[in-house]
C-alpha cells in the first residue's frame, strides 16, 4: 500500500496550528464545520488512494504519446479525471451559487495534498484547470463565464497557461506572440508556446488555453501584454463544440519527470485563422494571469512539498522493515542484525526529511490560511503578508522537497535508484520544481528586489510580528525557552542582513545587492519555516499531556525532535549566508565569461 500522507500530521496542521474550524466564523463559509471538512479530506485520500497511485508508476513508464494527428495517454488517467470531476473538487473554491462548496482554501489544498502525493503528473491536469478556471471567473465577461465555466468545473472541458515562448522563456516582456482584432470582436492570435503542460491530450472534449500575446500597436514590454481565452474548439455559447480552433501541437517535449503530464509545443494561427477571446481590458494581461501564476507558484510549492513528502514516507517505512547491520556497541557477528532505522545516520537522513517536507506543507497550508484571511475575511494585511511569503512557499520546498528526495534514494541505498522503488521517480518528478512557475533565481530576485519593499515594508513587518508572538508564546514553556533563543539568534542576523542589503538598493548598488539574492531567499526560507517549526513545537507541547495514546505521544514527540533538528542543524548556515551578503560578495559577480 502507499504511504500518501500521515493523517495525524494533517490533523494536527488544519486543527492545532492554523485552526481551520474558526474559519467557519466567516461568514462566507459558515455552512461548514470540521464534518464537511473531514468529509472532503476522506473523500480525496479515497480517490487518490483507488484512481490516481496505482497508475503513478505507469504514466511515468507510458508517456503519452503523438503520433503526428492526435495525443493518447494512458486509459487509466482520463478514468482519474473523471472521479476527480465527479467529486466537485474542480469547483470547490467557488460558491454555492457557481455550483462550488464555498470550500476554504485551507482544505482544498489540504486536499489537494493527497493527489499531489499520489501522483503529481496526472494531478496536474485538474491543478491547471482550477487555475484557469479561476482567472476567467475573476477577470472574463459574463457571456465568457457563461460559455466555459460550467463545462471546466464539470470536467468535459480542461485548461492550461500558455505564457513561456521558445526564444523568450521567462522574460514574458519579449514575447512575440500577436493577436490582430478582427471584426466580430475577437481576435486572431498568431505565436509559438512552449513547455505548456496539459496543452493536448484525449482526456476531455475541449481544452481552454490561456495564452498571453501583444496586440498589434501595443507598447513592447510587460504593458502591451494582454490575455485571451482560446479554446481547443470554437466553443458555442450553450457549451456545445463547433469547428477545430486553429491550434496546432507541434510536438510533445520529454521530460525527466511528471512524465504522465503532456508537455507541449503549440502553434497558434498558422492558417492565420486562430480565434481568441480578451479577458478583461487590454494590456493588463500580465496582472490578470499573475492571479493564475501565483496561485501555481503555491502549488507548486504544494507539490514540491507532497513529493518529497512522498519520498520520506516510503524511506520511512523502509528503514523500518530493512534488517542490516548491527549497532556499534554490539560486537558478537552472531547477533540478529537491526533495522536501519536504528542507525544514528539513518535516523540524520530520515529527521532531515522530515524537517524538510512537514515544514514545506506546513508554510503552504500557511499562504492557503492566509488566502482564506484576504478573500473571504477581507483582511487586506493577510494579503500583504501572502503576496511577501509567495517566493518562500514556491521556492523553499522546490529546493528542498528534491533534497528530502536524494536522502530517500540513500536510505534505500541499492534499492533507492532503481525503479522497483518509488523514491527513484520522485526524485525525477520533484526535480522539476526549482524550474516550474519561475526559478529560484527569479523568485529571489522578486523577494528582495521588489516584495520586501512594498507597502513601505508592511509585508515584513506583518510576518516579524507573527514571529514574535509565536516566540513569545514558546519561551514561557521551559522545554523550549533555549531552543527560542538560539532561533532568535538566527532571526538577529536575517534582520541585520535585510536592512543592509535595502539600505543598499536605496542607494542604488543594485548589481551589488541583487547579485547573491538566491543566498537571501534560502535564508529567508530558513527563517520562516523554522518560524513555523517553533510554532508546530508550541502546539505539540501543548498538546502532549493531552494524548491519549502512546502512539498521539510519540507524534508530538517527534515534532518536537524535528523543531530541534531544524533550528540546530539547517539555520546555522544562516550565518556563513549572512556573511557572503553582508559584505557583498563579489566571487559571483566578477566571473567573466571567458574564465569557464
Known amino acids: 500500500m502507499a504511504h500518501l500522507m500521515n493523517n495525524k500530521d494533517l490533523e494536527f496542521l488544519l486543527y492545532q496550528v492554523f485552526e481551520a474550524e474558526k474559519l467557519t466564523d466567516i461568514a462566507h463559509y459558515q455552512d461548514h464545520d470540521r464534518t464537511t471538512f473531514d468529509g472532503i479530506l476522506n473523500t480525496a485520500e479515497r480517490i487518490a488512494t483507488d484512481y490516481f497511485e496505482p497508475h503513478n508508476a505507469k504514466a511515468d513508464e507510458h508517456e503519452p504519446q503523438f503520433d503526428g494527428e492526435k ?34 482554501a485551507l482544505i482544498h489544498m489540504a486536499a489537494n495534498t493527497y493527489f499531489m502525493s499520489a501522483n503529481p503528473s496526472t494531478a496536474g491536469y485538474p491543478f491547471l484547470t482550477t487555475a484557469a478556471a479561476n482567472v476567467i471567473h475573476a477577470f472574463g465577461t459574463a457571456e465568457q463565464k457563461a460559455t466555459f465555466l460550467p463545462h471546466m468545473f464539470s470536467g468535459r472541458f480542461s485548461g492550461t497557461m500558455a505564457l513561456t515562448e521558445p526564444d523568450v522563456g521567462s522574460s514574458l516582456g519579449d514575447l512575440n506572440t500577436k493577436a490582430s482584432p478582427a471584426d466580430d470582436g475577437s481576435y486572431r492570435i498568431k505565436g509559438q508556446k512552449m513547455f505548456i503542460s496539459g496543452g493536448d491530450q484525449d482526456i476531455t472534449e475541449n481544452i481552454v488555453h490561456l495564452v498571453l500575446a501583444r496586440i498589434e500597436g501595443a507598447d513592447k ?18 457549451g456545445s463544440l463547433a469547428n477545430r480552433n486553429d491550434v496546432q501541437l507541434a510536438g510533445l517535449l520529454h521530460k525527466m519527470g511528471y512524465r504522465g503530464t503532456t508537455s507541449t509545443v503549440l502553434s497558434f494561427g498558422e492558417k492565420d485563422s486562430c480565434v481568441g477571446y480578451l479577458i478583461g481590458e487590454a494590456g493588463k494581461g500580465l496582472m490578470y494571469m499573475f492571479k493564475m501564476m501565483n496561485e501555481a507558484r503555491i502549488g507548486v510549492g504544494l507539490g514540491a512539498a507532497m513529493i518529497g513528502y512522498r519520498g520520506y514516507l516510503e524511506s520511512l517505512d523502509y528503514a523500518r522493515n530493512r534488517p542490516q547491520g ?5 560486537k558478537d ?10 542507525h544514528a545516520d539513518v535516523r540524520r537522513m530520515l529527521l532531515a526529511q522530515k524537517s524538510y517536507v512537514e515544514g514545506s506543507l506546513a508554510v503552504c497550508l500557511l499562504a492557503a490560511r492566509l488566502v482564506d484571511e484576504q478573500e473571504a475575511g477581507g483582511n487586506e494585511d493577510s494579503g500583504i503578508l501572502l503576496d511577501l511569503l509567495t517566493p518562500v512557499v514556491k521556492s523553499f520546498p522546490s529546493y528542498y522537497g528534491p533534497r528530502a528526495n536524494d536522502l530517500a534514494i540513500q536510505v534505500l541505498g541499492g534499492s533507492g535508484y532503481i525503479r522497483e522503488y518509488p523514491v527513484e521517480q520522485c526524485y525525477r518528478d520533484n ?9 529560484h533565481g527569479i523568485q529571489s530576485l522578486d523577494l528582495l528586489g521588489r516584495k520586501l519593499w512594498q507597502h513601505n515594508g508592511k509585508g515584513l513587518k506583518l510576518l516579524m510580528a507573527r514571529i514574535h508572538a509565536t516566540l513569545a508564546s514558546a519561551a514561557q514553556k521551559e522545554e523550549l525557552a533555549g531552543l527560542v533563543g538560539e532561533y532568535q539568534t538566527q532571526l538577529k542576523t536575517v534582520q541585520e542582513t535585510t536592512l543592509l542589503l535595502g539600505g543598499a538598493l536605496q542607494k542604488g548598488q543594485v548589481d551589488e545587492a541583487l547579485s547573491n539574492a538566491a543566498l537571501y531567499l534560502d535564508m529567508m526560507g530558513k527563517a520562516v519555516i523554522g518560524w513555523l517549526w517553533i510554532e508546530m513545537a ?4 501543548t498538546a502532549f499531556g493531552q494524548a491519549d495514546s502512546a502512539d498521539d505521544q510519540a507524534f508530538l514527540a517527534g515534532k518536537l525532535q524535528a523543531a530541534q533538528y ?4 539547517e ?13 557583498f560578495d563579489r566571487t559571483c559577480l566578477d566571473m567573466k565569461n571567458d574564465w569557464f
Open 71 to 104: 495525443v493518447t495517454t494512458i486509459a487509466e488517467v482520463k478514468d482519474a479525471w473523471q472521479h476527480f470531476a465527479n467529486s466537485g473538487l474542480l469547483s470547490a473554491r467557488h460558491s454555492f451559487e457557481d455550483g462550488g462548496m464555498q470550500l476554504p
Open 326 to 330: 548491527r549497532k556499534p556497541t554490539e
Open 431 to 439: 526535480r522539476l520544481n526549482p524550474i516550474h512557475e519561475g526559478t
Open 221 to 238: 514590454g510587460v504593458k502591451g501584454i494582454s490575455l485571451f481565452i482560446v479554446p481547443k474548439f470554437i466553443t458555442n455559447p450553450d
Open 566 to 569: 531544524f533550528v540546530r542543524w
Open 571 to 583: 539555520m546555522p548556515e544562516i550565518q556563513h549566508q549572512a556573511r557572503l551578503l553582508q559584505s
Open 538 to 541: 508550541d502546539k505539540a507541547l
Open 333 to 342: 557477528p552472531l547477533s540478529k542484525p537491526v533495522n536501519i532505522v536504528e
